[in-house]
Every structure is written in structure tokens, then in C-alpha cells.
């Protein structure tokens, strides 16, 4: 076991690697002083919008999906056209409190069918695709801290991949922590100072930057204890590191929540209405402990998919992928209520809802009234989207 | 124009460099055997590999209690034949079209499925016909389940095999439109199989069907193309399109030559593919051989599977018992890449992806696990630093020159250049 001694010795050697990047921690000093996160939630393979906030009083959707809608008297209404999958009934009261955010009809201009093509568009902020760094990455070079934000989960997703640094994932807090084993310390730090370049050296930068995080976040995450029972679900645990960083006060601004299997081609209502337990239950739980830790009012979280699916049910019970979808956002600084009318079935793209709110909208609505950023810069425009933040 | 062969007899670093591309990395005496040959033999030689096995596999996924058991063991005989295997090309080939011709034993949770997809991308690993591989992959069981073909249906189409024939497989997204994915999947509708459905049928061997019945024979437009096309037509015509030849050519360099392959030496291999139409075998003879391949150096980062692969090779494929073989393929899952297992049908995207804190830290338990734990194998003699790192003077060769075998094995498995190819 490595004590919290030698863990401050190599977040010392650590230092030194940034040399690499000048100014970069100057930057960080002056302008990482917020104290509100936004949490995002990514619903990963193509959510079914229309299967999550029912349009209810259409005839039409009843139509298109004989075997796959769900009843009515299922549904959690909400409005008098919608209502919410029966499986989000943990995520109610944050509604009835007026902390449950939907936006309607979201997506982006010449919308694409495809997974990976899509998730980029919504990762990188750009329809053209033109960009490679995400737009979570820009932040945090807006910030000017490479562990300001960061995931939960084994791998990073592009949103988070910044063009000097990739911001890090964590599959587990506990486990965040380097073990060497007895007297290799100093032979490992000269091994890193040893000169390098190309790949090399990238991966001497990220070994040097994963010795500062883990022993940022091992010096602080004692502090917490779970306000809440989670329940017992890979995404809920990656809820209770999030909670447990937020608490720890490391200095996290967004943290990258997946949760993923919603690509639901065949016998859709087995399996969406699952995966939509699963996120229900943990965000509740994770809600209910920030309020018991103190830190509601400081955290909002916000969730997207890649695409929204075909309204018309196909042959297998399931549906194919589609267009313009539903996001959702609460929090105590959330301001609740659906945003954006109800989906129109009758005017449809190619069989798609059409998209009426553009999702750089939503986004810029999150970066400059929640985390107080310039969003024109990291957005690359001008973006005027629902006013959902309180 | 073809890429340029190499003329020199292989150098020490030649050697070592071939071998951690092609065989995840190898011993000293495997090394030596091979400097002052000549590069085409030496890759000729490789490439020559039949269907032949590890003998005493541990692993048998036909004995798994259930679904869930069965694809672990599955998982571990692919381990076991990875790190002992006589042919770690074919292995390493198996393993990039894992990565191209996606399937995931989340959804395929029919084992004799799982067991014949990896057997045809092993029987295909150098194919001599990229049409006749992609023909048996996409009437194979486990693709049919995995991108829902099985439901495609004459008059209730199902896009998702059509879509990611075209995205994924062949010509990439550019050269074609969602019409020509709606006629394809018209196409292919009639293509199913039977048996080995349902949880309980885990164990039974299901098998292609063409139901004649199911197939919309109407006219149809495909890239261009128009006529009662069927799932042959589809393959061949999707198969054949110059960008496939780009498209697939790219990741065969992105498996052997970099992360971030040059546009010149695709547009080569591609040049191969076309005049030979899709010979894979040829292709590889080629690349393989190529200056370019061996002026590519430390140009890949290794995957979770190949470190570990690359540690177990590089340290003479020490024994390790049949329980810790599978917490080692567990944990390269924990790495971000279960075997047979890519999260989404893209696949892993790897290069600096692969890299985080979590991963980082993981790689450093795993490198002590090989050489410090209580069943870590003998190191007096440890491999040399040019087995480890392919460079006869890595960074920091004199402080590893300095410390004891185990020691010096432990930090250069976690040494940046260990843990690039």
C-alpha cells in the first residue's frame, strides 16, 4: 500500500508535467471557482423518445404502434397531451416539485441515422463533424483544469476528449488509487522523466496526470458517506461516484454519466422499459442523497441520446432509428415543465419526428446560465434554445 | 503503386518489431531466430498458418452451467489461445475482425453461435476473398441475432444489418444513401436461422435458413445497381465498391501499421485489394513486408488485450492456472475490452482511447500481478529490454540495465514503450 506520503510525492513529480502545456495551470487557478455541476446523462444506442414522453391523446402514435405503444392508462401524465413511461414513476416527485425539465423535439439540422455519427454530432457540438475535441473537452480547456471534468466508466467518450489532454475516467472511486509496490517509487519517477516523443510521450503526460487525480481525489473522498440507497445497478454505483466526488469537493464542474442498450430493434418494451427502471431508480437515489448531503441546489442533471427512433413500429416488435427526440434536465435549479410543443405525428421527416429545438440550444442554456461559461466560444455560434434553468 | 518492399535482412529491431505487431511480442531466442532474414519470407512464413490449436485448452464453453458461464469460458479458451496459441497471427487477425465484423455475446448468448463466429474469423483471418468472408458472416447465426436480420421480413424490413453492412463493414459512411439501405435490407429479408433460440436453447447449434417465403423479390436499387437483387447481390455489389477496398484497408492498417495510418500507404493497399479483387492474403503479404511497416515504430498502443498477451509472450508463456487466465480476461474487460464484447457495433475505437487513469492504474496492477505476485514465474534471467520494448536502448535503459530481473521486468511492463507496439 502506498501511503498519503508517497501519494504526495508523486502528485509532486506530477507537477513537473505540465510544463508541457504552459500557462495551463495558471489558468486554472483564476478561472476553476465555480461551485455548480451539471451532470450529464448519456442514454446510450438511440432512446425512444416518443416511448418516454407519451403522447397520449394522438390517435396517430396509437396507430403507428399497435403492439409497442403504451396504454394510456399506463401512462404518467403530465400535461394533457403527454405523460411519462410508467417505469420513470420514481423521477415523479421531482416533477411534481417543479424540478423536471423535458425539452421536446430535439435534434440538430440534417439529422443522420447513424450511431456513431450521431453521438459525434452531439459529442463534438458540430452537425458538420468537422471537429475532433468534444464539447465537454472545450470546457474544460475553457476552464483550464484537465480534471475538471470527467467520466464515470472504463472508457472516454469523445465529448469529454480535449485537443492538449484527455480529461479522465474512473470505473470506480475506490479503486482510483496507485499501489506501487515497496521501493519503486523512485525508480518509476525517473523512469517518467526519462525524454520521450510521439505516442511515448503522450503516454508518460497521461501516467504523470493520472498520479495527480488519483491522489487529488483519495485525499478527499473520506469525506463522504451516501445519503441514499442506491440501488444495485452498474449505472446507480456510477451515481454514487459522482455523488461521492461532488461531496468531495475536488473541483469536478461536469461529470459523464452512460447508461447504455437502448438501440432497440426487437421486442422494444422488454427492453426499454428496463433500461428506463434502471435510470429512473438511480437518479432518484442520487438526487435524494445530494439533498440529504446539502448539495442540491449546486447540481443539475442533464440527458440525451444520440437519436430518437422511428415513430411507426417495424416487423420485430421494436423500431428503427429515428430523428428528433426528447432530453431531460432536473435539479433544484432546473425550471420544470415540458419545453417545446407536443411531437407533431402528422408532418414527419422520412417517418422521423422532426426536430423544432436544436440541441446546441439546450446545451448553451446549460454552459451559460449553470456553469457560467461563454458558450458562443464553445459552441462555435450562437445557439438560443428553451429557457430551462431556474 | 505498390507499397515498397523492405530489402534489408532484419535487424534485431526488425525482428523484435515484427513480432510485437504480428505475435503481440516474443522471447529473445524467438527474436534471434529471425534477425538476418529477409522480410517477405519472414511474413510469408506467418502468414502460412492453418486451423491448428493450443493443445490442453482449460476451457470449454460447451460445459458452461449457463449462458452467462458459458460465454465467460468462451472468453477464456480465447485467452488461453491467444497467449499459447501456435499461430498468434491468425489470432491477432481473428482479433481485428472482432473489431470489424462486430458481434457482442450480450445480445448473442447462443454458445455454439459464439463458438463458429470466432472459428470463421480465424478460417478467414487472411482471407483470399473478402466477399466469400463477409457472404459467410452475414448468414452466420450470430450475426443474423446480433444486427436482427432474422426479423428482416418481405413487407416488415429491418435496417439494422443493411445499415451496418454499408457504415461498417464495406464502403463507410459517404458513398451511398438511406435508400440504398432500405433497398439492401429489402434484399436481405428472407435470411434467418434456425434453432438455439431462447435462453434454454443456449447450448443448441443453430443453423442458417432461407426462407423463401419471408423474401421480398420485387425490384430493387442498389448503389446503382437495379434488378430482383437477394442477399448474394447485396454482399457482392457492397463488397466491391472502391471505397470498400479503402475502407477496409485502413483498419488493416490501423491493426499493423499506427493509430494514425497514412492516407499514401492505404491508397496502396487499396490498390492491392482492387487489382485482386479483395485478396486479403495478398494484401497483408504486401503490408507485412513493406518498408513502411517497419519505419512504423511505436505507433500503436497495445489494447488491453495485447498487453496482456504481449506480457504473457514476452515473459516465454509462463503457466498461469485456469482461474487466474480468467480474472485476467475479466480485468481486460475492466481495461475496456471484453472479448467478443465491443460496446456498441463500431467497435473499439482504440489508439489513445484506450488510455485513462482507471486503465493506466489497471495495467500497473496487472504488470505486478506477472512479476511480483506469489505465482509470478522464475526472472533471474528476464527478458531483455529489446523483447520488452522492441528498442535495444529504450528511455531509461540504464536505470532498468541497473535494477534485479523482477524489478526490471515489473517497471517495463509499465513503461510507456511497453505499452506501445
Given at each position: 500500500m502506498t501511503n498519503r506520503r508517497d501519494f504526495l510525492k508523486l502528485s509532486a513529480l506530477a507537477?513537473?508535467?505540465?510544463?508541457?502545456?504552459?500557462g495551463f495551470l495558471a489558468r486554472a487557478a483564476t478561472q476553476a471557482g465555480g461551485t455548480k455541476t451539471l451532470v450529464v446523462v448519456q442514454l446510450t444506442g438511440g432512446n425512444d423518445g416518443l416511448n418516454t414522453l407519451?403522447?397520449?391523446?394522438?390517435g396517430a402514435y396509437y396507430a403507428a404502434r399497435p403492439n409497442i405503444a403504451i396504454p394510456k392508462k399506463d401512462v404518467l401524465t403530465v400535461t394533457p397531451d403527454l405523460g411519462m413511461h410508467p417505469?420513470?414513476?420514481?423521477?415523479m416527485k421531482l416533477w411534481d416539485d417543479g424540478h423536471l425539465a423535458w425539452m421536446e423535439n430535439v435534434g440538430y439540422p440534417n439529422?443522420?441515422?447513424s450511431h456513431f455519427a450521431s453521438m459525434a454530432i452531439w459529442h463534438t457540438a458540430d452537425p458538420a463533424q468537422?471537429?475532433?475535441?468534444g464539447w465537454i473537452g472545450r470546457i474544460a480547456e475553457k476552464i483550464g483544469d484537465p480534471f475538471c471534468a470527467s467520466n464515470l466508466g472504463a472508457a472516454t467518450p469523445?465529448?469529454?476528449?480535449?485537443s492538449e489532454f484527455s480529461l479522465p475516467s474512473i470505473d470506480s472511486v475506490d479503486n482510483f488509487q496507485l499501489k506501487l509496490p515497496g521501493g519503486m517509487e523512485t525508480p518509476f519517477q525517473s523512469l517518467l522523466n526519462s525524454p520521450r516523443s510521439g505516442e511515448a510521450a503522450y503516454l508518460t503526460r497521461a501516467t504523470r496526470q493520472m498520479l495527480k487525480n488519483t491522489a487529488r481525489v483519495q485525499e478527499n473522498v473520506r469525506k463522504y458517506k451516501a445519503g441514499a440507497t442506491y440501488p444495485d445497478t452498474k449505472f446507480a454505483s456510477q451515481l454514487r461516484d459522482a455523488a461521492r466526488l461532488i461531496a468531495a469537493g475536488?473541483?469536478?464542474?461536469v461529470i459523464y454519466v452512460s447508461l447504455g442498450g437502448?438501440?432497440?430493434?426487437?421486442?422494444q418494451r422488454a427492453e426499454q422499459d428496463g433500461l428506463l427502471g434502471t435510470l429512473a431508480g438511480g437518479l432518484s437515489a442520487f438526487q435524494a442523497d445530494l439533498e440529504r448531503q446539502g448539495l442540491a441546489k449546486d447540481v443539475i442533471v442533464m440527458g440525451f441520446s444520440e437519436f430518437g427512433r422511428r415513430v411507426a413500429e417495424n416487423g420485430s416488435a421494436g423500431t428503427d432509428h429515428g430523428k428528433g427526440s426528447v432530453m431531460f434536465a432536473f435539479g433544484q435549479g432546473v425550471k420544470g415543465g415540458v419545453h417545446?410543443?407536443?411531437?407533431?405525428?402528422?408532418?414527419?421527416s422520412e417517418g422521423d419526428i422532426k426536430y423544432r429545438q436544436d440541441f446546441r440550444g439546450v446545451y448553451a442554456e446549460a454552459l451559460t446560465?449553470?456553469?457560467?461559461?461563454d458558450a458562443r466560444g464553445i459552441l462555435g455560434g450562437t445557439f438560443t434554445g428553451p429557457r430551462w434553468i431556474a | 503503386m505498390p507499397l515498397t518492399p523492405l530489402t534489408r535482412p532484419l535487424t534485431a529491431e526488425d525482428a523484435a518489431h515484427f513480432l510485437r505487431r504480428t505475435a503481440f511480442g516474443a522471447t529473445d531466442e524467438q527474436i534471434r531466430a529471425l534477425v538476418g532474414q529477409k522480410a517477405q519470407d519472414v511474413a510469408r512464413a506467418a502468414l502460412a498458418f492453418d486451423q491448428s490449436v493450443a493443445p490442453g485448452?482449460?476451457?470449454?464453453?460447451?460445459?458452461?452451467?449457463?449462458p452467462g458461464a458459458a460465454l465467460q469460458l468462451g472468453r477464456g479458451a480465447w485467452l488461453y489461445e491467444l497467449a499459447y496459441g501456435p499461430h498468434p497471427l491468425r489470432e491477432k487477425l481473428a482479433l481485428t475482425w472482432s473489431n470489424h465484423f462486430v458481434i457482442a455475446t450480450d445480445k448473442v448468448r447462443n454458445v455454439p453461435a459464439v463458438v463458429d463466429y470466432l472459428n470463421l474469423l480465424r478460417r478467414h483471418?487472411?482471407?483470399?476473398s473478402f466477399e466469400r468472408f463477409t457472404l459467410e458472416v452475414a448468414q452466420s447465426p450470430a450475426m443474423l441475432r446480433y444486427l436482427d436480420n432474422d426479423q428482416n421480413?418481405?413487407?416488415?424490413?429491418?435496417e439494422n444489418f443493411s445499415r451496418e453492412l454499408l457504415e461498417?463493414?464495406?464502403?463507410?459512411?459517404?458513398?451511398?444513401t438511406e435508400n440504398d439501405v432500405r433497398e439492401g435490407a429489402r434484399a436481405l429479408t428472407g435470411w434467418s436461422y434456425q434453432g438455439g433460440r431462447g435462453n434454454k436453447q443456449y447450448l443448441e447449434q443453430p443453423r442458417f435458413m432461407y426462407q423463401p417465403q419471408q423474401h421480398d423479390d420485387g425490384k430493387k436499387t442498389y448503389l446503382g445497381q437495379s434488378g430482383a437483387l437477394k442477399g448474394e447481390d447485396i454482399v457482392r455489389i457492397a463488397t466491391s465498391q472502391p471505397a470498400t477496398a479503402t475502407f477496409v484497408s485502413r483498419k488493416l492498417h490501423r491493426a499493423?501499421?499506427?493509430?494514425?495510418?497514412?492516407d499514401a500507404a492505404i491508397r496502396s493497399s487499396a490498390e492491392t485489394w482492387t487489382r485482386t479483387k479483395g485478396d486479403v492474403m495478398a494484401v497483408l503479404t504486401e503490408l507485412l513486408a513493406s518498408e513502411a511497416f517497419y519505419a512504423s515504430r511505436s505507433r500503436i498502443i497495445r489494447s488491453p488485450i495485447e498487453f496482456l498477451v504481449g506480457g504473457i509472450r514476452t515473459l516465454g508463456q509462463p503457466k498461469i492456472d485456469a482461474r487466474s487466465l480468467l480474472n485476467l480476461a475479466g480485468t481486460a474487460g475492466r481495461m475496456g475490452q471484453v472479448l467478443l464484447e465491443?460496446?456498441?457495433?463500431?467497435g473499439w475505437d482504440g489508439g489513445r482511447e484506450w488510455i485513462n487513469d482507471t486503465t493506466l492504474l489497471l495495467r500497473m496492477q496487472v504488470a505486478a500481478a506477472l512479476?511480483?505476485?506469489?505465482?509470478?514465474?522464475?526472472?533471474?534471467?528476464?527478458?531483455s529490454l529489446l523483447a520488452l520494448t522492441?528498442?535495444?536502448?529504450?528511455?531509461?535503459a540504464v536505470l532498468l540495465s541497473s535494477l534485479k530481473g523482477r524489478q526490471r521486468t515489473y517497471l517495463s511492463l509499465i513503461s510507456p514503450e511497453f505499452q506501445l507496439a
Open positions: 507537477v513537473a508535467a505540465t510544463s508541457g502545456m504552459p407519451i403522447p397520449y391523446s394522438n417505469a420513470l414513476r420514481p423521477l439529422p443522420n441515422r468537422a471537429q475532433a475535441d469523445q465529448a469529454l476528449q480535449a475536488v473541483g469536478q464542474r437502448f438501440d432497440t430493434h426487437a421486442g417545446g410543443s407536443s411531437p407533431d405525428l402528422e408532418d414527419l446560465r449553470w456553469l457560467n461559461l | 485448452n482449460p476451457f470449454d464453453p460447451m460445459q458452461g452451467a449457463t483471418a487472411a482471407t483470399r421480413r418481405k413487407g416488415k424490413p429491418n461498417l463493414f464495406t464502403t463507410g459512411i459517404g458513398p451511398y499493423f501499421l499506427a493509430d494514425t495510418p497514412d465491443p460496446d456498441t457495433v463500431k512479476t511480483m505476485g506469489s505465482k509470478a514465474p522464475n526472472l533471474d534471467t528476464p527478458p522492441g528498442q535495444e536502448r529504450p528511455a531509461g
